[in-house]
């Protein structure tokens, strides 16, 4: 019968002056005759950044309905580590930060009107866009630079940088190529690399 003892190697058992080389040292009074050492498992996470400015993935634009017709709004992604549904978090903050959202007066809840999401099913992201209302619904107050087209459409993704566009999976260009007029859901036509792990 044999007793198995985890051994747990850290940060704390880094080498100083290293940036990949760890050492655990027994204390002197363990008696290693007749013991087995091995690997029973091992978490290694990544911190590096996905997106940056320096791998130049780190903008996009979209077109955005207004009164006047639309607006190109640029947006520039921090550098960091995002998945689809941080990128997605980011985008609905730019949104909001900058003015471009309703809000329901009863219960707070705000709206934006385009998303990227994961479609599984089809190994794809999406970018979707909802239609923006011709007109301020009733019990909703709207963000300082929203208004509202003649007629109801959707904002549009220009992806602008071919790294950004490697990531999400889309070409260079407009998607939807014209201004949508029902809800719709644009799939990436290339294998998303929101990695290089």
Same mark, same amino acid.
């Given at each position: 019968m044999s007793t198995c003892y985890p051994i747990i190697i850290n940060q704390?058992?880094? $080498?100083?002056? #290293?940036?990949?080389t760890y050492q655990y040292n027994f204390s002197s009074n363990v008696d290693m005759t007749n013991i087995d050492i091995g690997l029973s498992s091992v978490s290694l996470w990544f911190s590096w950044p996905n997106i940056t400015i320096t791998k130049?993935?780190?903008? @996009?634009?979209?077109?955005? *309905?207004?009164?006047?017709g639309s607006s190109t709004l640029t947006i520039t992604i921090p550098d960091g580590g995002y =998945?689809?549904?941080d990128l997605n978090n980011y985008l609905r903050f730019w949104?909001?930060? =900058?003015?471009?959202?309703?809000?329901?007066?009863? #219960?707070?809840?705000?709206? $934006?009107y385009c998303e990227f999401r994961v479609n599984p099913s089809i190994y794809s992201i999406e970018f979707v #866009?909802?239609?923006?209302?011709?007109?301020? *619904?009733l019990g909703f107050t709207a963000g300082s630079s929203i208004s509202f087209p003649v007629s109801s459409i959707? *904002?549009?993704?220009? $992806? =602008?940088?071919?790294?950004?566009?490697?990531?999400?999976? @889309?070409?260079?260009?407009?998607?939807?190529?014209?201004? *949508?007029? #029902?809800?719709?859901?644009?799939a990436s036509t290339k294998t998303p690399v929101v990695s290089e792990v």
């Open positions: 704390s058992n880094l $080498v100083v002056g #290293s940036t990949n130049n993935n780190n903008q @996009f634009q979209i077109i955005h *309905p207004t009164m006047a =998945n689809i549904s949104l909001i930060t =900058n003015g471009w959202y309703i809000q329901n007066t009863a #219960s707070g809840d705000q709206t $934006v #866009s909802y239609l923006v209302p011709n007109a301020l *619904p959707g *904002p549009q993704l220009i $992806v =602008n940088k071919a790294n950004f566009g490697t990531l999400i999976g @889309f070409e260079l260009g407009t998607h939807p190529t014209l201004a *949508p007029t #029902s809800i719709t859901a644009v």
